[in-house]
């Protein structure tokens, strides 16, 4: 994953929300959440209770408690299935109550797409930090394809809520079972719930997660809004690589067990054209498949983002539409995904896929 040359951020406000979240949504590989509403409730929850205070985890004593969380499910629910605003409440006071410990600071378990949000609003309603980390550097779409699962935290407990206020805590002995079980949960839920799991101190974290995520998101929104070919811009501070400049031609969507998946087809158009590209979907951009060769362009765990071919705005799966114009780029994951246990957790193997993982700059170098 490419280094940003940036110091750091040391709060989220109004001021920089909006290019934070724009980062995000790249960084989501078409998951996690689309931006818009959760950038309108982090604004409002920093509008009504002030800035967010990001912080490294260095900065925390070792034993301070850092809570991973964020929202669960499919997508396309949370279009119509809305937060009540007051699940970081419920369990950031499940949690402490199961821990006998007060939680420090909050951390996104994913960075890409809503999840990258979520956190700031209820970090802003709780008065806490938020740490410059994250479990993923992108998103995927199972709970136990985290990077703490790669450093052995332990996923329980596991606490999960809806926009009723129901609770329910896990107590998962395994990634494989989190997963599972919290699936089962979120579908009773109706689609979508929100979740905490593999609590941990400030020590372990520091070895469990992927260091400076919010700073990276919000450098790549802010690239973007400045820039006078935003596309280029995305290219270059991103360290991607553009497969394909085109229009959306098909989408396949359907959503069951608390999953959106489907299909794209993109074909190609003008300069960084190729024939075509057929996308892979589970909630995120999978695999990138070229048409007619069946060529593998992109997959994961490198990162498969569709932005607007004028504003490099990412679309997310759910917002894919025929007739978009649109490139797709490939954007190397973070060097933990590579790994062999990495590659085990979240490579093409973990998908059903039978391919070998080939890191997308080597694919097209």
Partial sequence: MPVLNVGGVERLDASNLPAYARGCAVLGSGGGGEVGTYLLQALQAVGDFGPVSVVRLEDLPDDSLVMPCGGIGAPTVSFEKFESGDEGRVLKEAVEELTGKPVAALMPGEIGGGNGLTPVAWAARAGLP???????????????????????????????????????????????????????????FGGTSSGADHLMSAEEARRACVKGSISRALAIGEAIRDAEDPVEELVRVAGAVMLLAGKVMDVERKTTGAFARGRA????????????????????????????????????????????????????????????????????????????????LAGPSAFGYDHEYVAVELLHA
């Fill in 265 to 344: 087809k993109i074909d190609g158009t003008g300069a960084h054209s190729g024939s075509a590209l057929a996308i892979d979907i589970q909630n995120e951009n999978l695999v990138a498949t070229e048409i007619p060769s069946g060529r593998v362009a992109a997959s994961v765990p490198d990162l498969i983002t569709i932005v607007d071919e004028q504003t490099a705005e990412a679309i997310p799966t759910e917002r894919l539409r025929y007739g978009q114009r649109v490139r797709v780029l490939g954007i190397p994951c973070d060097a933990m995904w590579r790994t062999p246990e990495g590659l085990q």
């Fill in 130 to 188: 938020i740490v410059d980390a994250d479990g993923m550097g992108r998103a995927f779409p199972e709970m136990d394809q985290e990077t703490f699962e790669l450093a052995g935290v332990s996923p329980s407990p596991a606490v999960l809520t809806d926009e009723r206020g129901n609770v329910v805590v896990l107590r998962p002995v395994s990634g494989k079972w989190l997963e599972r079980l919290a699936r089962a949960v979120t579908v009773s």
